[in-house]
Protein backbone atom coordinates (compact mmCIF):
# COMPACT_ATOMS: atom_id res chain seq x y z
CA UNK A 1 0.00 0.00 0.00
CA UNK A 2 1.76 3.39 -1.40
CA UNK A 3 2.18 5.68 1.68
CA UNK A 4 1.31 9.46 1.66
CA UNK A 5 3.35 12.01 2.73
CA UNK A 6 0.93 14.81 3.43
CA UNK A 7 4.15 17.53 2.19
CA UNK A 8 5.69 15.60 -0.75
CA UNK A 9 7.59 16.58 -3.10
CA UNK A 10 6.37 20.20 -4.81
CA UNK A 11 6.23 19.46 -8.91
CA UNK A 12 6.92 22.92 -9.56
CA UNK A 13 5.76 22.59 -13.15
CA UNK A 14 2.41 23.77 -12.06
CA UNK A 15 4.20 26.49 -10.47
CA UNK A 16 5.61 27.95 -13.16
CA UNK A 17 2.79 27.84 -15.60
CA UNK A 18 2.05 31.36 -13.58
CA UNK A 19 4.91 33.22 -15.38
CA UNK A 20 3.87 35.03 -18.35
CA UNK A 21 5.40 35.48 -21.98
CA UNK A 22 6.78 31.79 -23.70
CA UNK A 23 4.79 29.65 -21.10
CA UNK A 24 1.67 31.42 -21.15
CA UNK A 25 1.00 30.76 -25.12
CA UNK A 26 2.53 27.37 -24.70
CA UNK A 27 -0.70 26.81 -22.58
CA UNK A 28 -3.08 28.47 -25.14
CA UNK A 29 -1.58 26.26 -27.90
CA UNK A 30 -2.23 23.29 -25.07
CA UNK A 31 -5.67 24.12 -24.49
CA UNK A 32 -6.17 24.46 -28.51
CA UNK A 33 -5.48 21.21 -29.24
CA UNK A 34 -7.83 20.18 -26.88
CA UNK A 35 -11.19 19.75 -28.18
CA UNK A 36 -14.56 18.51 -26.86
CA UNK A 37 -14.94 14.94 -27.00
CA UNK A 38 -18.53 13.83 -28.59
CA UNK A 39 -20.82 11.99 -26.74
CA UNK A 40 -20.17 8.98 -28.85
CA UNK A 41 -16.42 9.26 -28.24
CA UNK A 42 -17.33 9.79 -24.47
CA UNK A 43 -19.63 6.66 -24.43
CA UNK A 44 -16.88 4.44 -26.72
CA UNK A 45 -14.01 5.78 -24.44
CA UNK A 46 -15.83 4.60 -21.45
CA UNK A 47 -16.70 1.42 -22.50
CA UNK A 48 -12.77 0.70 -22.85
CA UNK A 49 -12.11 1.56 -19.24
CA UNK A 50 -13.15 -0.34 -16.10
CA UNK A 51 -15.27 1.77 -13.39
CA UNK A 52 -12.46 1.90 -11.17
CA UNK A 53 -10.19 3.54 -13.52
CA UNK A 54 -12.90 6.15 -14.37
CA UNK A 55 -13.57 6.56 -10.11
CA UNK A 56 -9.97 6.85 -9.69
CA UNK A 57 -9.13 9.48 -12.20
CA UNK A 58 -12.28 11.49 -10.78
CA UNK A 59 -10.83 11.17 -7.48
CA UNK A 60 -7.55 13.02 -8.87
CA UNK A 61 -9.35 15.58 -10.31
CA UNK A 62 -11.65 16.35 -7.25
CA UNK A 63 -8.05 16.63 -5.34
CA UNK A 64 -6.87 19.04 -8.02
CA UNK A 65 -9.20 21.24 -7.71
CA UNK A 66 -9.43 21.23 -3.85
CA UNK A 67 -5.95 21.98 -3.76
CA UNK A 68 -6.08 24.87 -6.15
CA UNK A 69 -9.03 26.44 -4.19
CA UNK A 70 -6.99 25.93 -1.18
CA UNK A 71 -4.30 28.67 -2.47
CA UNK A 72 -7.03 30.42 -4.13
CA UNK A 73 -6.16 29.87 -7.81
CA UNK A 74 -8.53 29.11 -10.51
CA UNK A 75 -8.20 25.83 -12.52
CA UNK A 76 -7.35 25.84 -15.92
CA UNK A 77 -8.46 23.46 -17.96
CA UNK A 78 -5.43 23.03 -20.26
CA UNK A 79 -3.79 22.35 -16.86
CA UNK A 80 -6.45 19.83 -15.90
CA UNK A 81 -5.96 17.91 -18.91
CA UNK A 82 -2.40 18.17 -19.15
CA UNK A 83 -1.29 17.24 -15.48
CA UNK A 84 -4.41 15.00 -13.85
CA UNK A 85 -6.63 13.74 -16.96
CA UNK A 86 -4.19 12.74 -19.52
CA UNK A 87 -4.49 10.09 -21.38
CA UNK A 88 -7.93 10.37 -20.35
CA UNK A 89 -9.01 13.21 -22.35
CA UNK A 90 -11.27 11.08 -24.65
CA UNK A 91 -13.82 11.44 -21.72
CA UNK A 92 -13.24 14.46 -19.99
CA UNK A 93 -16.59 15.73 -19.95
CA UNK A 94 -17.73 12.03 -18.05
CA UNK A 95 -15.11 13.17 -15.11
CA UNK A 96 -16.19 16.74 -15.03
CA UNK A 97 -19.37 15.87 -14.70
CA UNK A 98 -18.92 13.35 -12.28
CA UNK A 99 -16.45 15.48 -10.16
CA UNK A 100 -19.13 18.13 -10.16
CA UNK A 101 -21.51 15.89 -8.87
CA UNK A 102 -19.37 14.81 -6.17
CA UNK A 103 -18.47 18.50 -5.79
CA UNK A 104 -22.37 19.18 -4.65
CA UNK A 105 -22.76 15.79 -2.83
CA UNK A 106 -20.06 15.33 -0.79
CA UNK A 107 -18.53 18.75 0.07
CA UNK A 108 -21.71 21.26 -0.98
CA UNK A 109 -19.57 23.30 -3.22
CA UNK A 110 -20.31 24.38 -6.58
CA UNK A 111 -17.94 23.99 -9.67
CA UNK A 112 -18.52 27.32 -12.13
CA UNK A 113 -16.49 28.66 -15.28
CA UNK A 114 -15.57 31.60 -14.60
CA UNK A 115 -14.15 32.31 -17.90
CA UNK A 116 -15.86 30.58 -20.58
CA UNK A 117 -12.91 31.62 -23.53
CA UNK A 118 -10.06 30.61 -21.80
CA UNK A 119 -12.07 27.41 -19.76
CA UNK A 120 -11.36 28.38 -16.13
CA UNK A 121 -13.02 26.91 -12.88
CA UNK A 122 -13.43 27.89 -9.13
CA UNK A 123 -15.40 26.09 -6.41
CA UNK A 124 -17.97 28.42 -4.73
CA UNK A 125 -19.83 27.53 -1.36
CA UNK A 126 -23.36 26.35 -1.94
CA UNK A 127 -24.10 26.76 1.54
CA UNK A 128 -25.68 29.32 2.78
CA UNK A 129 -23.89 31.19 5.72
CA UNK A 130 -24.93 30.93 9.22
CA UNK A 131 -26.34 33.19 12.08
CA UNK A 132 -24.06 32.90 14.95
CA UNK A 133 -20.46 31.87 15.40
CA UNK A 134 -19.07 28.85 14.77
CA UNK A 135 -17.91 27.26 17.60
CA UNK A 136 -14.39 26.41 15.95
CA UNK A 137 -12.75 29.67 15.20
CA UNK A 138 -11.96 29.14 11.20
CA UNK A 139 -7.84 30.48 10.74
CA UNK A 140 -8.29 33.97 9.66
CA UNK A 141 -5.54 35.53 6.76
CA UNK A 142 -4.60 38.69 6.80
CA UNK A 143 -4.00 39.39 3.38
CA UNK A 144 -7.94 39.24 2.89
CA UNK A 145 -8.63 42.53 5.07
CA UNK A 146 -5.65 43.69 2.31
CA UNK A 147 -7.42 42.40 -0.20
CA UNK A 148 -11.29 43.90 0.54
CA UNK A 149 -9.80 47.16 0.58
CA UNK A 150 -8.71 47.08 -2.51
CA UNK A 151 -11.53 45.20 -4.10
CA UNK A 152 -13.61 48.08 -2.25
CA UNK A 153 -11.73 51.02 -3.91
CA UNK A 154 -11.68 49.83 -7.51
CA UNK A 155 -15.45 49.35 -6.87
CA UNK A 156 -16.56 52.79 -5.70
CA UNK A 157 -14.52 53.47 -8.75
CA UNK A 158 -16.22 51.79 -11.37
CA UNK A 159 -14.53 49.02 -11.95
CA UNK A 160 -11.07 50.44 -13.04
CA UNK A 161 -8.48 52.15 -10.56
CA UNK A 162 -5.10 53.41 -11.39
CA UNK A 163 -2.27 51.95 -9.13
CA UNK A 164 -1.36 55.35 -7.64
CA UNK A 165 -4.48 55.70 -5.66
CA UNK A 166 -4.67 51.78 -4.18
CA UNK A 167 -1.08 52.93 -2.66
CA UNK A 168 -2.26 56.18 -1.68
CA UNK A 169 -5.81 54.89 -0.11
CA UNK A 170 -2.88 51.92 1.83
CA UNK A 171 -1.05 54.21 2.59
CA UNK A 172 -3.81 56.24 4.71
CA UNK A 173 -4.40 52.98 6.40
CA UNK A 174 -0.97 53.04 7.51
CA UNK A 175 0.01 50.47 4.75
CA UNK A 176 3.41 52.22 3.38
CA UNK A 177 4.09 49.87 -0.28
CA UNK A 178 7.29 51.68 0.14
CA UNK A 179 8.22 49.71 3.22
CA UNK A 180 8.53 46.11 3.78
CA UNK A 181 5.10 45.99 5.86
CA UNK A 182 5.37 43.39 9.28
CA UNK A 183 2.63 41.42 8.31
CA UNK A 184 2.01 41.46 4.04
CA UNK A 185 5.97 41.67 3.57
CA UNK A 186 6.47 43.67 0.02
CA UNK A 187 3.06 44.84 -0.46
CA UNK A 188 3.44 45.92 -3.84
CA UNK A 189 4.54 42.47 -4.91
CA UNK A 190 1.37 41.04 -2.94
CA UNK A 191 -1.02 43.22 -4.89
CA UNK A 192 0.63 43.06 -8.22
CA UNK A 193 1.74 39.23 -8.11
CA UNK A 194 0.06 37.17 -5.86
CA UNK A 195 -3.51 38.96 -5.78
CA UNK A 196 -3.39 39.63 -9.55
CA UNK A 197 -2.40 35.68 -10.15
CA UNK A 198 -5.20 34.42 -7.82
CA UNK A 199 -7.41 37.04 -10.18
CA UNK B 1 -27.06 2.65 10.84
CA UNK B 2 -25.38 5.61 9.08
CA UNK B 3 -27.88 8.03 7.69
CA UNK B 4 -27.14 9.83 4.00
CA UNK B 5 -25.09 13.00 3.67
CA UNK B 6 -26.78 15.89 4.25
CA UNK B 7 -26.15 19.38 4.41
CA UNK B 8 -24.80 19.17 8.48
CA UNK B 9 -22.57 16.87 7.03
CA UNK B 10 -21.27 19.04 4.56
CA UNK B 11 -20.69 22.09 6.82
CA UNK B 12 -18.62 20.03 9.17
CA UNK B 13 -16.69 18.57 6.36
CA UNK B 14 -16.29 22.21 4.97
CA UNK B 15 -15.29 23.37 8.19
CA UNK B 16 -12.17 20.05 8.88
CA UNK B 17 -10.82 21.14 5.76
CA UNK B 18 -10.58 24.56 6.84
CA UNK B 19 -8.97 23.89 10.15
CA UNK B 20 -7.09 20.64 9.28
CA UNK B 21 -7.51 19.16 12.70
CA UNK B 22 -10.00 19.93 16.05
CA UNK B 23 -10.02 18.44 19.11
CA UNK B 24 -13.18 15.87 20.13
CA UNK B 25 -14.83 18.26 22.43
CA UNK B 26 -14.75 20.58 19.75
CA UNK B 27 -15.84 18.32 17.48
CA UNK B 28 -18.61 17.74 19.46
CA UNK B 29 -20.20 21.30 19.29
CA UNK B 30 -19.23 21.83 15.62
CA UNK B 31 -21.78 18.57 15.09
CA UNK B 32 -24.26 20.18 16.95
CA UNK B 33 -24.11 23.95 15.19
CA UNK B 34 -24.24 22.23 11.68
CA UNK B 35 -26.81 20.12 12.66
CA UNK B 36 -28.47 23.09 14.29
CA UNK B 37 -27.73 24.82 10.73
CA UNK B 38 -29.23 22.33 8.74
CA UNK B 39 -32.32 21.45 10.86
CA UNK B 40 -31.12 17.82 11.07
CA UNK B 41 -31.65 15.78 13.46
CA UNK B 42 -28.65 15.35 15.70
CA UNK B 43 -27.60 12.74 18.48
CA UNK B 44 -25.34 13.74 20.39
CA UNK B 45 -23.94 10.14 21.54
CA UNK B 46 -23.37 9.38 17.86
CA UNK B 47 -20.28 11.76 17.04
CA UNK B 48 -18.56 8.40 14.98
CA UNK B 49 -22.00 7.41 13.17
CA UNK B 50 -21.66 11.31 12.03
CA UNK B 51 -18.24 10.96 11.05
CA UNK B 52 -18.36 7.40 9.39
CA UNK B 53 -20.92 8.87 7.25
CA UNK B 54 -19.04 11.50 5.55
CA UNK B 55 -15.52 9.33 5.82
CA UNK B 56 -17.72 6.23 3.49
CA UNK B 57 -18.16 9.58 0.72
CA UNK B 58 -14.21 10.85 1.33
CA UNK B 59 -12.97 7.33 0.86
CA UNK B 60 -12.87 7.52 -3.31
CA UNK B 61 -10.92 10.32 -2.79
CA UNK B 62 -8.52 9.04 -0.64
CA UNK B 63 -9.43 11.23 2.18
CA UNK B 64 -10.71 10.57 5.46
CA UNK B 65 -11.48 12.14 8.64
CA UNK B 66 -9.17 9.94 11.20
CA UNK B 67 -9.04 10.29 15.11
CA UNK B 68 -5.90 10.23 17.40
CA UNK B 69 -4.49 11.09 20.51
CA UNK B 70 -2.78 13.96 21.66
CA UNK B 71 0.61 13.35 23.32
CA UNK B 72 0.22 16.58 25.25
CA UNK B 73 -3.24 16.45 26.56
CA UNK B 74 -3.93 13.00 26.06
CA UNK B 75 -7.03 14.33 24.52
CA UNK B 76 -8.57 12.73 21.02
CA UNK B 77 -8.73 15.00 18.25
CA UNK B 78 -10.01 14.24 14.41
CA UNK B 79 -7.76 15.13 11.76
CA UNK B 80 -8.46 15.80 7.88
CA UNK B 81 -6.05 13.45 6.44
CA UNK B 82 -4.90 12.10 2.81
CA UNK B 83 -4.21 8.76 2.32
CA UNK B 84 -2.60 8.17 -0.91
CA UNK B 85 0.44 10.00 -2.79
CA UNK B 86 -0.73 10.14 -6.46
CA UNK B 87 1.21 12.89 -8.85
CA UNK B 88 -1.40 15.66 -8.26
CA UNK B 89 -1.04 15.26 -4.19
CA UNK B 90 3.03 15.74 -5.11
CA UNK B 91 1.91 18.99 -6.93
CA UNK B 92 0.07 20.46 -3.90
CA UNK B 93 2.78 21.16 -1.42
CA UNK B 94 2.83 24.44 -0.17
CA UNK B 95 6.49 23.71 0.63
CA UNK B 96 9.30 23.73 -1.56
CA UNK B 97 11.87 21.11 -1.73
CA UNK B 98 14.45 22.39 0.39
CA UNK B 99 11.81 23.33 2.97
CA UNK B 100 10.39 19.41 2.81
CA UNK B 101 14.34 18.46 3.21
CA UNK B 102 14.30 20.63 6.33
CA UNK B 103 11.03 18.76 7.99
CA UNK B 104 12.43 15.37 6.77
CA UNK B 105 15.76 16.20 8.81
CA UNK B 106 13.60 17.86 11.72
CA UNK B 107 11.70 14.43 12.00
CA UNK B 108 15.04 12.39 11.58
CA UNK B 109 15.93 14.35 15.03
CA UNK B 110 12.85 13.94 16.46
CA UNK B 111 12.25 10.02 15.80
CA UNK B 112 15.76 9.48 16.97
CA UNK B 113 15.24 11.78 19.79
CA UNK B 114 14.92 10.29 23.62
CA UNK B 115 12.40 12.59 24.81
CA UNK B 116 10.60 12.86 20.73
CA UNK B 117 11.70 16.77 20.80
CA UNK B 118 14.09 18.86 18.50
CA UNK B 119 15.91 21.61 19.81
CA UNK B 120 16.17 24.88 17.15
CA UNK B 121 19.52 24.63 17.74
CA UNK B 122 20.41 21.04 16.37
CA UNK B 123 17.62 22.14 13.93
CA UNK B 124 19.91 24.61 12.61
CA UNK B 125 22.71 22.78 12.66
CA UNK B 126 21.40 20.35 10.23
CA UNK B 127 20.28 22.89 7.33
CA UNK B 128 24.13 22.56 7.20
CA UNK B 129 24.19 19.25 5.74
CA UNK B 130 21.54 19.83 3.45
CA UNK B 131 21.77 18.36 -0.44
CA UNK B 132 18.80 20.86 -1.81
CA UNK B 133 19.54 24.53 -1.92
CA UNK B 134 20.58 25.56 1.73
CA UNK B 135 18.61 28.06 3.84
CA UNK B 136 20.17 30.32 5.46
CA UNK B 137 19.64 30.52 8.70
CA UNK B 138 16.76 33.04 9.02
CA UNK B 139 14.90 31.27 6.14
CA UNK B 140 14.88 28.06 8.77
CA UNK B 141 14.02 30.03 11.73
CA UNK B 142 11.51 31.43 9.11
CA UNK B 143 9.78 27.85 8.22
CA UNK B 144 9.78 26.72 11.40
CA UNK B 145 7.46 29.36 12.14
CA UNK B 146 5.27 28.32 9.30
CA UNK B 147 5.44 24.97 10.31
CA UNK B 148 4.19 25.62 13.70
CA UNK B 149 1.66 27.68 12.24
CA UNK B 150 0.68 25.24 9.62
CA UNK B 151 0.04 22.83 12.66
CA UNK B 152 2.41 20.00 11.57
CA UNK B 153 5.68 20.98 14.76
CA UNK B 154 4.60 22.48 17.93
CA UNK B 155 7.15 24.82 19.79
CA UNK B 156 7.78 24.78 23.58
CA UNK B 157 10.93 27.08 24.74
CA UNK B 158 12.53 26.20 21.78
CA UNK B 159 11.95 22.42 21.71
CA UNK B 160 9.72 21.14 18.27
CA UNK B 161 7.82 18.30 18.64
CA UNK B 162 5.67 16.27 15.80
CA UNK B 163 1.90 17.98 16.61
CA UNK B 164 -1.04 15.72 16.81
CA UNK B 165 -2.13 16.66 13.48
CA UNK B 166 1.28 15.47 11.66
CA UNK B 167 1.72 12.54 13.95
CA UNK B 168 -2.21 11.01 12.74
CA UNK B 169 -1.33 12.11 9.14
CA UNK B 170 2.47 10.76 8.90
CA UNK B 171 1.81 7.87 11.11
CA UNK B 172 1.62 4.86 7.81
CA UNK B 173 4.85 6.96 6.86
CA UNK B 174 6.81 7.06 9.71
CA UNK B 175 6.41 3.20 10.55
CA UNK B 176 7.85 2.54 7.49
CA UNK B 177 10.32 4.59 7.36
CA UNK B 178 11.57 4.41 10.41
CA UNK B 179 10.62 0.92 11.41
CA UNK B 180 13.77 0.45 13.47
CA UNK B 181 13.63 3.77 15.49
CA UNK B 182 10.25 4.55 16.40
CA UNK B 183 8.75 4.00 19.58
CA UNK B 184 5.88 2.16 19.80
CA UNK B 185 3.61 2.89 23.09
CA UNK B 186 2.84 -0.52 24.99
CA UNK B 187 -0.65 0.66 26.40
CA UNK B 188 -2.35 1.67 22.82
CA UNK B 189 -0.23 0.57 20.55
CA UNK B 190 0.14 3.47 18.79
CA UNK B 191 3.73 5.53 17.58
CA UNK B 192 5.16 7.29 20.66
CA UNK B 193 7.54 9.95 20.91
CA UNK B 194 6.67 12.23 23.89
CA UNK B 195 6.96 8.96 26.43
CA UNK B 196 8.34 7.26 29.33
CA UNK B 197 10.78 4.36 28.84
CA UNK B 198 11.62 1.03 31.50
CA UNK B 199 14.66 1.41 32.52
CA UNK B 200 14.65 -1.89 33.02
CA UNK B 201 17.59 -2.88 30.26
CA UNK B 202 16.09 -6.40 29.39
CA UNK B 203 13.00 -4.49 28.77
CA UNK B 204 12.59 -1.05 27.67
CA UNK B 205 8.94 -0.41 26.65
CA UNK B 206 7.46 2.81 26.10
CA UNK B 207 4.47 4.48 27.72
CA UNK B 208 3.31 7.56 26.31
CA UNK B 209 2.63 10.10 28.90
CA UNK B 210 -1.27 10.60 29.35
CA UNK B 211 -1.42 6.95 28.45
CA UNK B 212 0.95 6.43 31.74
CA UNK B 213 -1.41 9.00 33.80
CA UNK B 214 -4.08 6.86 32.90
CA UNK B 215 -2.59 3.41 32.92
CA UNK B 216 -1.39 4.21 36.79
CA UNK B 217 -4.43 6.57 38.02
CA UNK B 218 -5.28 5.07 41.63
CA UNK B 219 -1.89 2.66 41.92
CA UNK B 220 -0.18 3.20 44.88
CA UNK B 221 2.71 1.58 43.25
CA UNK B 222 3.47 1.75 39.78
CA UNK B 223 4.80 -1.58 38.24
CA UNK B 224 5.83 -1.89 34.57
CA UNK B 225 3.40 -3.47 33.11
CA UNK B 226 5.64 -5.78 30.87
CA UNK B 227 8.56 -6.58 33.68
CA UNK B 228 6.96 -6.12 36.76
CA UNK B 229 9.90 -3.46 37.68
CA UNK B 230 8.83 -0.46 39.43
CA UNK B 231 8.38 1.83 37.37
CA UNK B 232 10.69 4.77 38.43
CA UNK B 233 9.46 8.20 36.17
CA UNK B 234 6.96 10.66 37.82
CA UNK B 235 3.53 9.62 37.14
CA UNK B 236 1.58 12.67 35.81
CA UNK B 237 -1.84 13.62 36.06
CA UNK B 238 -4.85 12.92 34.01
CA UNK B 239 -5.97 15.99 32.03
CA UNK B 240 -9.49 16.35 31.68
CA UNK B 241 -10.48 17.88 28.94
CA UNK B 242 -12.31 21.89 29.65
CA UNK B 243 -15.42 21.50 31.51
CA UNK B 244 -18.16 21.46 29.66
CA UNK B 245 -20.65 23.74 31.98
CA UNK B 246 -19.95 27.76 32.14
CA UNK B 247 -22.52 29.80 33.91
Given at each position: ??????????????????????????????????????????????????????????????????????????????????????????????????????????????????????????????????????PIANPTNPKMGLLFVILSVIFMKGGVVGENLIWKTLKNLKVDVGERHEEFGDVKKVVTDEFVRQR | MSRQMGDSHRRFLQTMMANGIVD????????????????????????????????????????????GMSEDSGHQFYALVNMAETDVTRMSSDYADNELELFRKTMDLIVCSEKGNASSTDILNSADTMTTKKLKKSETEHLLNRLVHDKWLNEKRGEYTLSTRCIIEMEPYIRTMYQDQVKVCHICRNIAFQCQICENPACGIKIHNPCVARYYKGRAEPRCPACDDFWPHEIPEVRRPKSQSRK
Open positions: MTQRKRMSNTQSSSQSKRASGPAATQEEEDDQTFTQPSTTQVQRGLEKLTPAQVDQKTAEVVQFFLVKDQKKIPVRRADLVKHVVKEYRNIYPEIMKRAARIFDQVFGLKMIEIDAKNHMYILINKLETVEGAS | EQGARKLIAHCCEASNAQHNPDKLDDFIETINLKLQPMFMQITK
